[in-house]
């Protein structure tokens, strides 16, 4: 099935670093969902973006609507241990189906 | 706090073996979606309903996959025959309806299935 393209694919990274990565679509969306997902556990919603160029913060994590609707990007500032995990985006578009990203995986190293 | 909840959180089964999997969605939540995850990917879209009524079921397998949600709440997935290849983890995920803004999904914690 259809998947969105998120880069990187995985990154480690110093704790105390902040993080960037990105989803990526060739069709327009209308709306953007972040989840991180532990190893044998169900994705857990983040961030969810509604409006174009729409800027949301949960915490550390800061995520963004990209212009052209075809993007989504997330931040995560000041990483620690716990942020370890598999990053997915979402997306949705005139349908109401979602489709998703293949997947960040963070490793932060204490 | 409302949460998706699901059962068994894993399954193993032999080949040909018949299972199924449950699901009751944060209370109040109109729409229902399960969705199946090969490890390394995504979660893809099997089922969607809205109450009672298939929405979308496009991605599932009818020759040996089937999906119910009776009374609109609680919903089952069924596989039977199982296949090697339908080891995954099989998630199931709600939100209050089809469209509309503030319509984000919630997902339960998932069945880790096994098929040997």
């Known amino acids: 099935g259809q998947q969105l393209n998120q880069s990187p694919q995985s990154m480690f990274i110093q704790e105390g670093e902040d993080v960037s990565m990105n989803c990526t679509s060739s069709?327009?969306?209308?709306?953007w969902l972040w989840y991180k997902q532990d190893p044998g556990e169900g994705p857990v919603l983040l961030i969810a973006l509604y409006k174009a160029g729409e800027l949301t913060s949960n915490g550390r994590l800061t995520a963004q609507f990209g212009i052209t609707r075809k993007d989504s990007f997330l931040n995560i500032s000041a990483s620690i241990p716990s942020d370890v995990g598999i990053y997915f985006c979402a997306g949705r578009a005139r349908t109401y189906k979602y489709i998703f990203g293949t997947g960040t995986r963070l490793k932060v190293l204490a | 706090e409302a949460e998706v909840a699901q059962s068994p959180r894993y399954k193993i089964t032999e080949k040909s073996q018949a299972v199924a999997f449950w699901c009751d969605p944060i209370s109040g939540h109109a729409t229902l979606y399960w969705y199946r995850q090969i490890l390394g990917q995504g979660p893809e879209l099997l089922v969607q309903?809205?109450?009672?009524?298939?929405?979308?079921d496009s991605q599932l397998p009818k020759d040996r996959f089937s999906a119910e949600r009776l009374k609109g709440v609680d919903s089952t997935l069924k596989i039977q025959p199982a296949e090697l290849g339908d080891s995954a983890m099989y998630l199931c995920?709600?939100?209050?309806?089809?469209?509309?803004?503030?319509?984000?999904?919630?997902f339960g914690p998932g069945t880790r299935l096994t098929v040997l």
């Open positions: 309903f809205q109450d009672e009524s298939v929405v979308d």
């Open positions: 069709s327009i969306f209308n709306t």
């Open positions: 995920a709600s939100s209050w309806g089809l469209a509309g803004v503030y319509n984000e999904q919630f």
